[in-house]
């Protein structure tokens, strides 16, 4: 079988995933300069992930490209993501990748280490250096909705429709999404959206900060290539510094926060003007 293209890198990315297996779990991923677009791509089974999905992504994170600045998380089809793929929650699970039944016999330490590894897949999205979009169009359920909340920014089509299912099947959601989804809307909103595991749609996804913007489906790549086009027009290392102490205001005081203003920025002049 022919090797797909190999994904522009310049770490080893492609030695340990490589696009035909990419291809088999169901992702593309592309770069295109400062450009890193990961596409959930089983749309016949509507994007739905396993730990094959997770421990793709993270290799992907792990290997980034250092000139990528945005990475896009988009899904192909009527649907962004219908979260785990159901087969786990059957006797045979995924052919290869076990089911729940089978996880729920691991010893307490190898289970959270298999949980911690999938959320490696979702972590990265946060780093200071890249801003990551997520282009969420239909359902975003489970960890659909979770990988939409690893991404900085939301920008949806206005057929979304965002459900933390896990509670409603006896599980809690434990793919990095509980905290992005308290800082977006509240704790009583989260308590509400999660433990009746009700869909949340656009109007109500703008409302509450769930997203940023909502277009129309045929808009949605658009809007996505707008926002980059606004995100790129900054510097670089100005961004990065400043995604960094946005990310840490929450857990400073104003006064520390201060300081770390002014930390960030004595950097920012040496590296403008020298000293
Ligand atoms: N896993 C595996 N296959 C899935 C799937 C999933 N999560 N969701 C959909 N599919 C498959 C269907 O079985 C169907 O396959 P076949 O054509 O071979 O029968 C195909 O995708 C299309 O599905 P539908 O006909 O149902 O498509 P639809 O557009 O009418 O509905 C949907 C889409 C509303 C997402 C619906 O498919 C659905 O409700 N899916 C299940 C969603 C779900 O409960 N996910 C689990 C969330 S919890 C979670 O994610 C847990 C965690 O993180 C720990």
């Known amino acids: 079988m022919a090797e797909a293209k190999a994904p522009q890198q310049r770490g080893g990315y492609a030695k340990e995933v490589s696009g035909e297996r990419l291809a088999e779990i169901g992702i593309r991923f592309e770069v295109d300069g400062e450009i890193a677009t990961i596409a959930l791509d089983r749309p016949s089974k509507r994007n739905a992930q396993t730990f094959a999905t997770w421990a793709a ?4 994170g792990g290997n980034l490209p250092e000139q990528v600045r945005i990475v896009v998380v988009s899904g192909e089809g009527p649907s962004f993501s219908a979260g785990i793929d159901l087969r786990m929650f059957t006797p045979e699970g995924v052919p290869g990748q076990g089911s729940f039944s089978s996880a729920a016999q691991l010893d307490a330490t190898t289970f959270e280490q298999r949980i911690r590894q ?3 897949g979702f972590l990265w999205l946060r780093r200071p250096e890249i801003v990551s979009i997520a ?3 239909g359902h975003a359920i489970g960890a659909g909705f979770q990988l939409a909340l690893a991404c900085d920014l939301r920008i949806v089509a206005d057929d979304v429709k965002f459900c933390m299912k896990e509670p409603a099947l006896g599980l809690v959601p434990d793919l990095t999404g509980t905290k992005p989804l308290v800082e977006l809307v509240g ?6 959206i999660c433990l009746t595991a009700r869909v949340v749609e656009a109007p109500e996804a703008l409302r509450i900060g769930l997203a940023e913007r909502v277009v129309a489906r045929d808009d949605l790549a658009g809007a996505v290539q707008d926002k980059i086009a606004e995100l790129l027009s900054t510097n670089r290392d100005a961004a990065a510094a400043t995604k960094r102490l946005l990310q ?3 857990a400073r005081t104003l006064e520390e926060q201060a300081v770390a203003e002014g930390l960030e920025q004595s950097q920012r002049l040496k590296a403008l003007f020298g000293g």
């Open 248 to 250: 840490g205001a929450h």
């Open 135 to 137: 282009a969420v169009q």
């Open 118 to 120: 999938a959320q490696q």
């Open 57 to 60: 992504l993270a290799d992907i």
């Open 187 to 192: 704790l009583a909103k989260a308590i509400d």
